[in-house]
């Protein structure tokens, strides 16, 4: 097998259709100079292309043989249905073949007429040159276990032969088979077959042709049936002339056809006549003239719905037409078309036809061409593309035009496939001068309105979004003076405009597709193009509604109902109240009603709701009962349940507050309430005394017991039972509920019994401090009573002892919670035992006015008496408290 490479070149493309105003004789020189140049720089090495638009002059002649043994050759004239004997290219009359043969080849690249022997073993080639008018019979053989009734070669140069059901490769060299194939697919015993440029096989079986994609023939692969003779016609011989005509010879009729390659309809074209004449009219066809097919393709696109007028924008819908039309010369087989859906446009569901009949889309709903599929023409196979405008392939298909991030412009360019053509023939837009360029649609913009209102929304149905701002009651406003402004993504002013008095704005003539564009309220109207002003409202105003929209996008639609919610706030009334006694203790007193004042909900109290925004440094708030923390506000506001337990004393109570409207804002001012309390100045020290102990015993010889506690009916204060509530006139000292339990503290009787001279009694005065306000400077004083004399050295074996001067103690106190022993002399000298005769006036004065008495015993001191400094005694505010509010003190004397 001689080693070549032989590659057929297209050496002067097809031109495409003349363009609108295009001079098409530039291009096509253009074309054919950049071309010719391409061709001398192609590297041999290339594999074969299949393509050509000319071929040697031997491949326009169709060749015959007869079936005579030896055979002999003919030259076709198929005009006129004659078959010539052959001529030597010197013009002598071809000479016999070696043998009988009914499969005849013409080899393209040397115009050789090769046939086979009529052998089913040792079946033998040889081939005529026309050149040399001689037969040269190739070395090698094959078996093909049949008669071999069929030859061509492909455009490529293989060499084909075969049976009635197996197709043979032989080495057009050696005569040897490469290798054999069954006829998946094939029907019929006689027949003849040819091959067109791009490897398609028409091989004719009796009554049926047939076409076979040589490449890729297998079981899955099948032949494919074109045409089918009446009943008892029988091709015996095939042949494709440079023009794309099939012919056909039937020798049971002795009839010429052509055969329609693309819809394989049969016109008979005469009767053959042989010259010379033949006894048996069985005979073989062989050309090489390999036509191809050439398809071209356009895309235009029209605006079938959307914005009215011829200029596309965002949201129409644009139907695309592609036309492939084959200007070869056989049909286009296994042909696909691809077009991806272009960027910035959709593809609209169910809008594909081909050739007016409706194509279901793929999965999901997409495009049936984004991805190849096959075309066909009408009332052809699928993948088959006829000759001709008549057999044009029109797909129809719709997009829609994206409206958020549309597009500026759309390029789409799709792509078609078929056999022989691996990279395809892209879509031309016919209204331009280009060539091959892709189909671009130019998007407008337009223009739409924005509008919305600003609501005066007084119960703050918005809540702080942009919902429910208008629920029934709402009036628009413009607050005295605001303005909406319109801003792009970047921040700067696209429009402004004053908002009317009753709410509304309108924003016209704005730019479609934008996005991330938002709308603020400002009392700045802003400058379009400069940076946008804060959001801002008119003093007094505040926004239910965010005062911006958060970024959205635009489309080609109008956009309304853009609102805001906004009102106004209320104000404070501050509050004083006249001057009042402090209560002390934990007694509380109710504030004076919170009230203010509110431009859409009138005056706020009672029913309405505050917050105390700050707290009293001296005192405790409390509603309904609860302690109030800072910032807590109160709803459904009852004046009554508002009070302050003051800090004792002098004192002024100031917290603040600040109403808040039915919209749930509030006063950004807080008021100050004042609350002044003056001290009540009405201290008063209760004094029980008891006799605690009888020679150390707390029974008696017909007297008290005293070991516990003694209430006296005509004691109105040795008990917590106030007998008397506010008494008219008052009882002065007034009476108390505050001692600590008296059954536990006020032990004693006030019957010592039978006593004589030299028993020890013990005396216990009980003090609380009863009164409205601290007592200052208390002193007390008990006069040893008559017949007894006082024991200065009782306590001297106490535990705790106070300090003090001297080293007896003849007191004991309990004072702040705690019991200690006392000295008769204080720190400062002063006698706390004065010895009968010292009056307590020369002991206790004041320096700066002596005359004035500090300690008033009630009588002259004619036995002797105990004074003890009990300092300030803070007033009890509840029974026991505070711990030092109350206390005993305690001396002992004996019976002279």
Not at 314 to 332: F, H, K, L, R, S
């Amino acid at each position: 097998m001689n080693n070549f490479i032989y590659k057929r070149l297209k050496a002067i493309a097809v031109p495409k259709k003349r363009k609108r105003n295009q001079t098409l004789r530039p291009k096509w020189i253009r074309f054919l100079a950049i071309f010719l140049m391409a061709i001398l720089t192609i590297p041999i090495l290339h594999q074969p292309a299949r393509t050509q638009t000319s071929s040697p002059a031997y491949c326009g002649i169709v060749y015959a043989i007869d079936n005579q043994s030896p055979g002999r050759i003919y030259r076709v004239n198929l005009a006129t249905a004659t078959y010539n004997q052959a001529t030597a290219n010197n013009g002598i009359p071809s000479t016999s073949m070696f043998f009988q043969s009914a499969a005849a080849a013409l080899q393209p690249s040397t115009g050789r007429l090769f046939y086979t022997s009529r052998d089913t073993s040792g079946t033998r080639t040889a081939y005529w040159d026309p050149v040399t008018n001689t037969h040269t019979q190739l070395t090698g053989s094959f078996n093909p276990g049949a008669f071999t009734i069929r030859s061509a070669f492909s455009p490529s140069g293989r060499l084909f032969v075969a049976t009635q059901t197996t197709l043979f490769e032989l080495n057009p060299t050696t005569g040897a088979e490469i290798s054999r194939s069954s006829l998946f697919g094939v029907t019929g015993s006689n027949g003849d077959m040819a091959f067109d440029g791009n490897n398609v096989l028409f091989l004719a079986a009796d009554q049926n042709v047939y076409t076979i994609d040589i490449d890729n023939f297998s079981a899955s692969s099948p032949a494919n049936l074109l045409a089918q003779a009446p009943a008892g016609t029988q091709f015996n011989s095939l042949a494709l002339t440079p023009d794309g005509k099939l012919y056909a010879y039937a020798g049971s009729n002795n009839t010429k056809y052509q055969i329609n390659t693309n819809t394989g309809a049969l016109t008979a074209t005469g009767t053959v006549t042989f010259n010379p004449s033949v006894s048996t009219l069985g005979t073989d066809f062989a050309s090489c003239a390999a036509p191809i097919p050439t398809l071209e393709s356009t895309k235009t696109y029209t605006k079938v719905s959307g914005s009215p007028g011829s200029t596309v924008l965002p949201g129409d819908v644009v139907e695309y037409t592609v036309t492939i039309t084959n200007v070869g010369t056989v049909p286009a087989t296994k042909a696909v078309f691809k077009d991806p859906i272009p960027a910035g446009v959709s593809y609209v569901t169910n809008s594909t036809t081909m050739n007016g009949v409706a194509v279901a889309d793929a999965s999901g709903g997409t495009f049936p061409f984004a991805n190849s599929a096959p075309i066909r023409s009408s009332g052809l196979l699928p993948g088959v593309v006829g000759t001709g405008s008549s057999y044009q392939v029109i797909l129809k298909y719709r997009v829609r035009v994206n409206t958020a991030n549309p597009p500026t412009s759309v390029t789409n360019q799709g792509t078609t496939f078929y056999l022989g053509n691996t990279t395809g023939v892209p879509t031309d837009d016919p209204n331009t001068p280009q060539p091959n360029d892709a189909t671009v649609i130019t998007i407008g913009s337009s223009t739409i309105t924005i509008s919305g209102r600003v609501w005066n929304d007084a119960d703050n149905s918005a809540n702080n979004t942009f919902n429910n701002i208008q629920t029934g009651t709402e009036t628009g406003t413009n607050a005295g003076g605001l303005n909406a402004i319109f801003v792009n993504s970047a921040g700067n002013v696209i429009a402004t405009t004053p908002i009317n008095s009753n709410g509304t704005y309108t924003f016209t003539n704005i730019n479609s597709n934008q996005n991330n564009v938002t709308i603020r309220l400002s009392t700045t109207p802003g400058t379009v193009g400069s940076t946008a002003p804060t959001t801002s409202l008119p003093q007094g105003w505040v926004g239910t509604s965010p005062l911006a929209t958060t970024p959205f996008n635009i489309g080609i639609n109008n956009i309304a109902d853009r609102d805001f919610g906004i009102e106004q706030l209320p104000d404070t009334n501050e509050i004083t109240a006249p001057s009042q006694i402090n209560p002390g203790g934990s007694i509380r007193v109710q504030i004076p009603p919170l009230s203010g004042t509110d431009p859409e909900d009138g005056v706020l109290g009672s029913g309405n709701s505050f917050r105390i925004f700050t707290l009293p440094s001296n005192g405790i708030l409390y509603y309904d009962g609860n302690v109030i923390a800072a910032g807590q506000v109160i709803t459904n506001y009852n004046p009554a349940k508002l009070t302050i337990d003051p800090n004792d004393g002098e004192i002024t109570v100031v917290f603040t507050y600040a109403a808040i409207d039915a919209a749930g804002k509030e006063d950004p001012t807080p008021a100050t309430v004042t609350i002044p309390f003056s001290r009540p100045d009405n201290p008063n020290v209760l004094l029980i005394k008891r006799i605690t102990a009888v020679n150390g015993l707390t029974t008696t010889n017909n007297g008290d017991n005293l070991a516990v506690y003694k209430d006296e009916d005509s004691n109105p204060y040795d008990d917590n039972n106030i007998t008397i509530t506010n008494p008219n006139p008052p009882i002065t000292p007034a009476d108390t509920d505050k001692w600590p339990n008296p059954a536990t503290f006020l032990i004693g009787g006030t019957n010592g019994g039978n006593v004589r001279p030299g028993d020890e009694l013990e005396y216990t005065i009980y003090f609380l401090s009863a009164g409205d306000d601290t007592a200052q400077n208390v002193y007390l004083c008990d006069r040893i009573p008559n017949h007894v004399t006082f024991i200065p050295t009782a306590f001297n074996n106490y535990p705790d002892k106070a300090p003090g001067i001297g080293g007896d103690r003849g007191i004991l106190w309990q004072y702040n919670g705690q019991m200690q022993a006392l000295t008769n002399y204080d720190l400062n000298g002063k006698m706390r035992y004065l010895p009968p005769g010292v009056e307590p006036q020369t002991v206790y004065f004041n320096p700066s006015n002596p005359s004035k008495k500090l300690v008033d015993c009630g009588g002259e001191n004619t036995n002797g008496a105990i004074i003890v400094n009990l300092g300030d005694l803070p007033n009890a505010t509840a029974p026991g408290t505070p711990t030092g509010s109350y206390g005993f003190v305690r001396f002992r004397g004996r019976v002279k």
